[in-house]
Structure formats: C-alpha cells, structure tokens
C-alpha cells in the first residue's frame, strides 16, 4: 500500500514536471507548412519544373486563383513539369505546396521561397526529416519561371 501511495506520487510529480518544464532539446524546423502564394501580371505564364534529391517519396501541388477564387489544381511528381497558361485577367495567382509520405499516410511539407539563378523563384521543400537543408541540398526544389 504505502508501495503504490510513493510509485503515484512520483509518477505524477514526473508528470507535472514535464508539464511545466518541456523538453528544450526540440529542433527547430525551419520553414513554413503554409503554401507558397503568388500573383501573375495580365498575359503572363509560369512554366514549374522540379527536382528531387531525397529518398522520401515527394509531390507538389500547383493551385491556381481568379479573384481568390479556386479555378484549378494539378499534382505533379519530381521531374514533372507544368505550365499555367496565360490569362486574360488581372488578378490571376497560383500556390505551390509541397508533400511528403510519410509511412502510408500524405503530410505538408515545409517550406522556403529562394531566388533563382537564372530569374525564377524556387520553392524548396523539406522531407520531413526536420534537417533544415533548404541551402545546401533541398529535397524538393519547384522552379518557377514567369514570363
């Protein structure tokens, strides 16, 4: 009895305490699971191509807005590309969002928006892995070129 009363009360003390006290030891992923939003000029087109440098399976999705209004999606696998035709309309915009599997199951993937050397934009996307390689060797890279 008085065995069970000390194995509750520390167990619950142990409890509190990482109530209060959290593990500081976290990583801290950088990026954004949010997709990455941008707007194209009246006339204009973006051409996405990609490259994958991960051994997670990955996807990106292009999602594309007349007036905030959803008119369309595609989704693509690393090594697709894809061109969103030009539009008539002034306020055309598109978002790029990054998956990754984890075990069976589709999850965001993190992500950041870079320059691109040669005038586009890349967004780099992360595979889960939280290892913050957006610099140095993203897992999943969309160029996008707007012309």
């Known amino acids: 009895m008085k065995k069970n009363i000390i194995t509750t009360f520390f167990l619950f003390s142990t409890l ?14 950088e990026g954004t699971t949010t997709p990455a939003y941008f707007s194209l000029y009246k006339n204009k087109q973006a051409t996405f191509t990609s490259a994958m440098d991960a051994g997670t399976e990955q996807r990106y999705k292009i999602e594309w807005f007349i007036g905030g209004k959803s008119v369309g999606f595609v989704v693509k696998k690393p090594g697709e590309s894809f061109v969103l035709k030009k539009s ?36 780099r996307f992360d595979d889960g892995a939280c290892d913050n390689s957006f610099v140095t060797s993203p897992d999943l890279k969309v160029i996008i070129k707007m012309d």
């Open 16 to 29: 509190a305490l990482h109530i209060t006290f959290p593990v500081a030891a976290q990583t801290k992923c």
């Open 88 to 123: 008539t309309f002034t306020s055309q915009s598109f978002s790029v969002t990054g998956f990754h599997k984890n075990r069976d199951k589709w999850s965001l993937s993190r992500n950041k928006i870079f320059p691109d050397s040669k005038g586009g934009v890349q967004v």
